[in-house]
């Protein structure tokens, strides 16, 4: 069974940091791309970051690229998330998802992600 858990969420006042962690079980993790996505309220889920199987690529969205970074740690079957420099706007529930990859590149479309976390909440105070 697929598991995926997001953690490290909470509160945090604008210009803070946070990071977030997603601890994939059920997978050869290796086998994946990881990517974040945020859904705030009456809003649609964006993809907000991405990590190639291998991480050697990655993607950011414009609105995250220079304050977030994705990393992975294949010992740990870890995803995380370090945001930096946080805006009232980051406020949203954070999601990590897996897709299968058989290549380096990094899946682009929600739909290819098979795998979803529950979620965290991130809320940042102005």
């Known amino acids: 069974q697929v598991q995926l858990v997001e953690s490290g969420g909470g509160v945090v006042q604008t210009g803070g940091s946070l990071k977030l962690a997603c601890a994939a079980t059920g997978v050869t993790f290796s086998n994946y791309a990881m990517g974040w996505f945020r859904q705030a309220p009456g809003k649609e889920r964006e993809r907000v970051a991405a990590i190639s199987r291998g991480g050697g690529t990655t993607f950011y969205s414009d609105s995250v690229k220079g304050r977030f970074t994705i990393s992975r740690d294949g010992a740990k079957n870890t995803v995380y998330l370090q945001m930096n420099s946080l805006k009232p706007e980051d406020t949203a529930v954070y999601y990590c998802?897996?897709?299968?990859?058989?290549?380096?590149?990094?899946?682009?479309?929600?739909?290819?992600?098979?795998?979803w976390g529950q979620g965290t909440q991130v809320t940042v105070s102005s």
């Open positions: 998802a897996a897709a299968r990859s058989y290549s380096g590149t990094i899946p682009m479309r929600r739909y290819e992600y098979e795998y």
